[in-house]
């Protein structure tokens, strides 16, 4: 999957880039022989939702786009492949429902559907749906699940326990629909054999609570749960098999939907705690499937229950989404289709059988020579404690010799990792003579649970030195000049970006976005409270404690980098003040600064104007510094 391509023929332009269509979740029907997947755009336009498209087809045609000018996700088959449920926004913009293809909406689900599974004689379907006024998870922008026409709450009212994700049972034929999870019991994940549901549950629907999830067995005519695994980190991927196994995914994570972590089967144990795995799913009573990182590529294969695993792809890829690796399988495990990129072919689905991967799709062949302005390359360096680290390295296609500008981009996270895949700004930053450097220090998963808890309670501290030590190497191997080098990131990357200028002079500029300054007004105003004091490791009311030693607004009156933040006004997860402190704090030192506020965005931002400003600006705040 890596064979050299040619270079790019014509400039990119960050417009042209904004036209990548990107397969997101990948159906491969029972038989093997249909194939069912979602293609989002990676924009969209103001007062419109991110209209992503359900595709159908056979694995030896030509999918097509079923269209519908709504948003659409979640495509599963029934058990015998006849029939394809989806969610679809159709007809009220916001609020996913329940669709059959070709019979349209089934139920009666007032909230909006998170997953489906059929039962296993495609009688029924099992749904999980969020309460409207429910919070997206980071990785999903972090914002407020409502419908894009209702009424704004004037006032806005706050009270816990609110918003619930419920289960609901459906009837295929009729569309009878009942609520069938425990009551005072919220679900984020499920997996459904027929008889018993097992599930990532909390006793408190908020967004926070998730931290402190449980494993239960769900009884669903009793309407009933059973505790049957309390973990002492995160969990992800819950499953149950045709005969009643239970497994699931245990790992230290930053953000519900991005845990990677170890295999567990109940009433095994742990299974090969050398793999960093992100997604699981049964192929037979004793094995699983598997999809996972390694270092910063991925890689799919089948895990036995005695620890035992073969893998069947991986390398310098990422195979599923960037941050979960997924594939689907056939029943009898010959054919796996997933989508499938690397940092210089842009993602497609693929098609696996007999060792030998075919794509199904061209969504993205007119676009792939343009994303050739960047050669990739994996980078090792030794750090302050010799401990070896690796990122990844973009410089400007066919550079040989002399220092470049180099552009630090900091992971969020902090467990998170750096992958090969498709990311426009490094493409544009080399194109336009920049080095970029793209760290995995230490907390970065692929390398282990142990790696990625090598900054618990740590946040700033070692991380920062393996990323200055990374800097440092590249400047003395004639890659990066001393002089012009700037910091950027998003999230952690954001507290990353504002605490490394605060710490340290090596920056000449820097642009932390969607970031944290202050834990402690963190704490008090994110929808994730728990996640602070699970990785600052620290009480946060302690005035002499962690929080604000480590905050970079009480350092601010110290830093000399000039300092553009980019943040979404909505977001949930790094609230709007994080930033506005921080600017008012490196104000008050007489620091340069600029703030900018995007409307309506949360976590990142998808709207096309939004993104072709940020890196208008970014590009000229770079240009002006270490120019």
């Known amino acids: 999957m890596r064979a050299a391509p040619a270079p790019a023929t014509t400039a990119l332009t960050l417009e ?70 989806f969610a679809s926004d159709r007809g009220h913009a ?36 969020a309460d409207l006024g429910s919070d997206r998870a980071g990785a999903q922008s972090a914002t407020k699940i409502k419908e894009t026409d209702a009424k704004e709450d004037d006032p806005k009212v706050f009270r816990p326990a609110q918003h619930w994700r419920r289960l609901f049972l459906v009837d295929a034929s009729t569309g009878d629909t009942r609520e ?82 170890t295999a567990h089967v109940l009433g095994v144990g742990e299974l090969a705690p050398e793999l960093d795995v992100t997604w699981i799913g049964f192929a037979d009573e004793e094995t699983l499937w598997y999809a996972g990182w390694r270092r910063s590529g991925s890689m799919f294969g089948r895990l036995k229950l005695d620890g035992s695993h073969e893998e069947s792809f991986g390398g310098e890829v990422v195979v599923g989404t960037r941050f979960q690796p997924r594939i689907s399988a056939s029943a009898d495990g010959a054919r796996v289709a997933a989508a499938v990129e ?35 390359r994996g980078y090792t360096w030794q750090s302050f404690d010799g401990l070896e680290l690796e990122g990844l390295l973009a410089l400007p296609r066919g550079h040989e010799n002399g220092a470049l500008p180099l552009v630090v981009y900091v992971h969020g996270g902090p467990t998170g990792t750096w992958s090969w895949n498709v990311f426009s700004h490094p493409l544009l930053l080399a194109q336009a003579g920049y080095a970029v450097f793209l760290p995995n220090p230490r907390g970065s998963v692929g390398r282990g649970q142990e790696f990625a808890r090598a900054n618990l309670g740590d946040m700033g501290g070692g991380d920062l030195r393996d990323i200055l030590a990374g800097v440092d190497a590249l400047v003395r191997d004639g890659i990066a000049d001393d002089e012009r080098v700037a910091i950027t990131g998003g999230s952690y990357g954001g507290f990353m970006s504002a605490w490394a200028v605060t710490q340290s002079d090596r920056f000449a500029a820097a642009i932390p976005f969607a970031v944290v300054t202050n834990w402690l007004s963190f704490h008090n105003t994110t929808n994730i409270g728990r996640w602070d004091r699970l990785h600052m490791d620290d009480d946060p009311f302690d005035p002499g404690g962690e929080y604000p030693k480590r905050s970079p607004v009480y350092h601010a009156h110290k830093c000399k980098t000039p300092t553009l933040i980019l943040h979404g006004e909505d977001d949930l997860c790094t609230p709007l003040p994080q930033a506005t402190e921080f600017y008012n704090a490196l104000v008050e030192a007489g620091c340069e600064t600029e703030l900018v506020v995007y409307p309506r965005e949360g976590h990142g931002w998808i709207e096309r104007d939004h993104q072709l400003d940020s890196w208008s600006r970014i590009r000229d705040w770079l240009a002006r510094h270490l120019s």
């Not at 924009?43 to 939702?49: F, L």
Request: with cysteine.
């Open 16 to 85: 042209r880039f904004l036209e990548l269509q990107r397969p997101v979740e990948v159906e491969l029907s029972a038989d093997g022989g249909r194939v069912a997947f979602t293609v989002s755009p990676v924009a969209k336009d103001k007062g419109k939702g991110l209209e992503t498209r359900l595709w159908l087809g056979d694995v030896n045609g030509e999918p097509a786009e079923l269209g519908s000018g709504a948003t659409e996700a979640l495509p599963r088959f029934s058990p015998d492949g006849s029939q394809l449920a």
């Open 94 to 129: 916001g609020r996913m429902s329940l669709r059959l293809h070709e019979r349209g909406e089934l139920g009666s689900i007032a909230s909006s559907v998170e997953d489906i599974r059929w039962s296993p004689d495609g009688g029924s379907l099992l749904v999980l749906a």
């Open 180 to 261: 069938v999870g425990p009551e005072g019991v919220n679900v984020f994940e499920f997996d459904w054999a027929g008889d018993k549901a097992v599930a990532v549950c909390t006793d408190d629907p908020s967004e926070g609570a998730w931290y402190d999830a449980w494993i239960g067995l769900l009884d669903l005519d009793a309407r009933t749960s059973e505790r049957a695994h309390t973990p002492q980190w995160q969990l992800q991927c819950p499953r149950i098999s045709r005969g009643g196994r239970v497994a699931w995914i245990e790992g230290f994570a930053s953000d519900r939907a991005t845990v990677t972590g």
């Open 342 to 376: 690397t940092a210089e072919e842009p993602p497609e689905v693929v098609l696996f059988e007999n060792g030998v991967a075919r794509p199904l799709t061209s969504l993205n062949a007119e676009l792939a020579p343009q994303l050739r302005t960047a050669d990739w």
